[in-house]
């Protein structure tokens, strides 16, 4: 026979072991978007140029909205790859759109020229578009199928081999309902430890 | 360096917080204003108290004073003044960021067990101390002659008392006692049972020597004791439960202080009392400030908390200030970074590269000058230098600091070191 009284505690505590043991397998940091399969939220855009873009007119195109920032410094790195990617696949369908966030005209401008990149940099006034996106930081990306839905989202810079991994089965028309996130470090959420931060940052 | 061109760094510095600090206050006014004047204000900050702010580390939208957060209050200021309810606003937020961006998640699913926990903690013990209790003072009414009788005759009556509920047992499973009376009898005679037992207990542990045989007149209120001590600290705990309920579940009023946190009220603009620092720490030291405009250790404190807070403006006056008044102490390292810091998220990275280079020669292991050295020079693409910085940075960095993302900057500098 079991002796209940022994294990009665032991067992008590099971329950809130196993709590525990969920809780803290669980990456804190780690919080899922709602926003892959859906339709990705449509916005009309300024450019740099003055010119305006409007997502819903790039339907039938695989689209990358990537929010970036000149300060933010994983940006830098992940511009090559967006350079690399748009020279890629830009003939088959594939469009950058990067959508600045948090910055100044001046400094986009001086960036795109002293990087290059010959896509759109759209403007997003009071980072309307970016609530649109649930954006924590920056760099983001979103990749849009050609049905207009988001297949993919990337917090932090996107990896060449994560478009190469990604982008021509969009471009070859599949679609996929996938929810799909991948993290990578060097995404800022510009946190007052860093000198991003503050409201000081607005349009001359 | 030397005298001539430490000054013509501090002239540029100055120069250059001139020209930009008074766009920076300008525009930061004009927010706080255009967001404190409207009717909806209450109803604006009761949803975004309710709402996570996104950038931030666990604060709520209404507490936050970064920029997402108060695009994210105007947002919420349009839909309510649009006439969608408080449930709509914080829909269209979770629809977007997932329940994740509300402070209180809806109790349903999982998040129940937030909810229940408590309470079910609460009635299993207070069940537990209910039924301890009820034993202590059912054991604590030993009649006097079962305490003095003799150890023999205790022995033989917990043996017959043992057999008696055995049969007890059995003739209530053979059916032949109504099981009212079965229960009664039961009860009674485990009671007697118990009292035995705990007085044979009590003898055999006084015979080994480890604890004095308890004076028999005072058997009861020994019996008592903890039963007293046990619910005392029930209610004591209770009591600390609720009243820490209280204070974590009652939402925050306007300008309270965040308790531990160097944190501006939302939209305190100015010094004046009514919209001044609530951070007591913070209030003592712009306190110390207004006595002594020259105290160097407050200017260096209060600058610190300002650029933590995001409210860069105030930040770089003050580290300027304790700049000019001592520009050669050891401790004035601190300011530099600080005006280093502002500069560079104003744009200017030379400048702010001097100022940082100033810091680092009063103080070369200042972590936060090392710290803004790399983030500095890698946005410059200095790579080699960032890289130099923050790996001298994560040395001596201080234990509480988040040095993870630092490694993760470190390692990217490293692979565009190499071309």
């Known amino acids: 026979m079991i002796p209940w009284r022994r294990v009665a505690w032991p067992l008590a505590g099971l329950p809130v072991l196993a709590l525990l043991a969920f809780g803290l397998t669980r990456d804190a940091r780690r919080v899922d978007s709602p926003l892959p399969g859906r339709l990705a939220p449509d916005f009309v855009l300024e450019t740099l140029d003055g010119d305006s873009v409007h997502l819903t007119a790039l339907r039938g195109k695989v689209v990358l909205v990537n929010f970036w920032a000149s300060w933010c410094l994983a940006c830098v790195a992940e511009h090559d790859v967006l350079v690399a990617a748009q020279r890629r696949w830009g003939p088959e369908g594939f469009q950058v759109l990067g959508v600045v966030y948090q910055d100044t005209r001046p400094n986009a401008r001086q960036w795109m020229t002293e ?23 920056v760099p983001e990306s979103f990749l849009v199928d050609r049905a207009g839905r988001i ?16 982008v021509p089965p969009l471009l070859a028309g599949q679609t996929t309902s996938e929810t799909v996130e991948h993290r990578s470090p060097g995404h800022v959420r510009s946190s007052p430890e860093f000198p991003t931060a503050g409201g000081e940052r607005r349009e001359p | 360096m030397s005298r001539d061109r430490r000054s013509a760094a501090v002239v540029t510095i100055w120069v250059a917080l001139t020209v930009l600090v008074p766009a920076g206050v300008a525009a930061s006014q004009a927010a706080d204003s255009a967001i404190r004047d409207s009717a909806l204000d209450a109803q604006v900050q009761a949803v975004a108290a309710t709402l996570r702010c996104p950038v931030c580390q666990n604060l709520s939208v209404f507490d936050s004073p970064s920029e997402l957060a108060l695009s994210m209050k105007q947002i919420v200021r349009e839909q309510l003044a649009a006439g969608a309810s408080p449930d709509d606003v914080r829909s269209y937020f979770v629809a977007r960021y997932g329940e994740w961006i509300l402070l209180r998640p809806e109790p349903k699913g999982f998040n129940l067990v937030v909810w229940l926990l408590p309470a079910i903690a609460l009635a299993v013990g207070g069940f537990l101390v209910v039924m301890r209790a009820r034993r202590w003072l059912r054991q604590g009414r030993v009649p006097p002659e079962l305490e003095a009788a003799p150890l023999s005759d205790l022995q033989t009556r917990r043996e017959r008392l043992r057999h008696g509920l055995q049969d007890l047992d059995a003739e209530a499973a053979a059916g032949r006692i109504a099981t009212s009376d079965h229960d009664w009898l039961k009860q009674r005679d485990t009671a007697e049972l118990d009292r035995v037992s705990e007085i044979l207990k009590r003898r055999g542990r006084a015979e080994a020597g480890t604890s004095p045989a308890p004076a028999r007149g005072a058997a009861p209120a020994a019996h008592l004791r903890p039963a007293v001590v046990w619910i005392a600290g029930f209610v004591v705990f209770l009591g600390a439960a609720a009243l820490a309920l209280r204070s974590a579940t ?19 603009g100015s010094e004046s009392p009514a919209n001044g620092p609530t951070d007591p720490r913070l209030a003592m030291l712009e306190e110390r400030l207004r006595r002594d405009s020259t105290d160097h250790q407050a200017l260096l404190e209060v600058g610190h908390a300002y650029l933590g807070m995001g409210r860069l403006d105030r930040a770089a006056a003050l580290s300027f200030k304790a700049v000019q008044l001592r520009p050669r102490a050891p401790e004035t390292a601190e300011a530099y970074a600080h005006l280093g810091m502002v500069l560079a998220n104003q744009g200017e990275h030379e400048v702010a590269v001097q100022s940082i280079d100033e810091a680092l020669l009063l103080h070369p292991d200042l972590p936060e000058a090392l710290l803004f050295r ?8 200095r790579y080699p230098v960032a890289v130099e910085a923050w790996t001298r940075y994560l040395q001596v960095a201080p234990p509480e600091a988040d040095t993870a993302h630092v490694r993760g900057l470190l390692e990217t500098a490293r692979r565009l070191q190499r071309p």
């Open chain 1, 115 to 137: 990087r290059g990149g010959d896509w759109p940099t759209l403007f997003d006034p009071g980072s309307r578009m970016a609530i649109e996106y649930g954006l924590f930081g």
């Open chain 2, 250 to 268: 009652t939402p925050r009023a306007a300008g309270a202080p965040l308790t531990g946190l160097d944190v501006a009220p939302p939209e305190g």
């Open chain 1, 151 to 166: 297949a993919f989202k990337q917090i932090g810079p996107v990896s060449g081999d994560a478009l190469a991994r990604m």
């Open chain 2, 374 to 381: 790399g983030i500095v020079s890698y946005s410059l693409q």
